[in-house]
């Protein structure tokens, strides 16, 4: 009941505030209508008296009365004069009566205000709830221990990478021709978010490799990255260069045809992404996401892909039998659905006794995902990226896996 009070007293207290000003009186302005006392009249006498008297010295000096002398001194009395009455005319507008003036416009604006607050109030009355049982802190331990442990792992996670950019920064200054060191530098950046300073390095890495195709199509993401995920004339140009090279890094074509894309040629896009995937190994981790953007876009444009995608090359988890194979034909939706999640969980009991393989993390990761269990997909992620802490290399392939597959990290 508390609450109740407390909310309503700042609402009251709000609504109080943007009324007030609407509400108030004020001071009547010159365009007013004010009834005129003696005071005024007299004030109006003066001043005509006073207009007179300066276009009487005017002529007075035309006809020789007064010297210049003698006119600029009754010019300056008879402003001292008007200057006065100017003052007793301030004077009185100070003291003026307040009078209410309500204007069409201050009526409708308090008006508004009144109907918004109703409204906000109904609006809660309809959607809130009041009725809903707090959350002790006790009955919430293991959601608060999960999160501080999500939160304890990335922020070791973070500190791992931070030191391998130290580390490997140090190693570079002595020894600015290590390949390896300039791309395990650009990794590292890009695994903290860092792509701008990635470009450094991975642009490092072109020179002394002879502008190998993987580290353009490394330098290229960074590009994209860092330009918040538009593809500009520049790493386009970076992407074309790489695609004539014998690289088979799939961030390439992946890459063009996002560009196509975003040119808005989405049936060029789709050509490509299909090739893509249709050549991919079958343990590529990155399938499924290409597929889905496949789907994705093949669905809003009304695309035809019908045959044209070899959907089963997407990454296994253990290689089914035949056996496997012929008993998942004969089974229900619901128990071939049983059997992928056993599957799944059977890859996840064996990483548990075995965590020391990424390529099943990998493959872990991208089966939750395709199962939609995004949180297992998250927890993950944190344990892979804790048992390869020491290795940036790793932890840096682990994030982009997430990225590529839309597995957000806490």
Partial sequence: MTIWIVLAAI????????????????????????????????????????RDQLSEIERDIERGVLSAEQANAARIE???????????????????????????????????????????LGLYLDLGRPDLPDRPIASRAEEIAAIQHAQSVNSDRIDVLNRAVSDLSQKLIQDPTNLKGWELLGASLMALGRPVEAQTAFLEAIKLSDRDGDYL??????????????????????????????????RIQYYLGLSDAQDG?????????????????????????????????????GIDIEGRLNVAKAPQMRGPSDQDVANAQQMTPEERQEMINSMVDGLAERLESEPNDPDGWARLMQAYMVLGKTDDAQNALKKASGVFADQPELVARFDALAKEIGIIAN
């Fill in 78 to 120: 008879v402003q001292r004069r008007i200057l006065n009455a100017d003052q007793r005319i301030r004077s009185k507008s100070e003291h003026l009566p307040v009078i209410a003036k309500t204007s069409p416009l201050r009526t409708v604006s308090a008006i508004a205000v009144v109907v918004f607050l109703l409204g906000g």
């Fill in 217 to 250: 199509a490394m330098y290229a993401e960074s590009l994209i990255r860092g330009d918040n995920g538009q593809i500009n004339a520049t790493a386009r140009g970076v992407l074309k260069e790489a695609a004539t090279s014998n690289s088979t890094d799939p």
């Fill in 11 to 50: 609402t009251l207290l709000v609504a109080g505030f943007i009324l007030w000003p609407l509400v108030q009186k004020r001071p009547v302005s010159g365009n007013d209508a004010i009834p005129q006392d003696d005071t005024d009249i007299e004030i109006d006498h003066d001043l005509a008296v006073y």
């Fill in 265 to 301: 040629n989405i049936a060029a896009a789709v050509d490509r992404w299909i090739a893509l995937v249709n050549d991919a190994p079958g343990d590529a981790s990155w399938v499924p996401m290409v597929v889905a953007r496949i789907t994705d876009a093949a669905l809003a444009q």
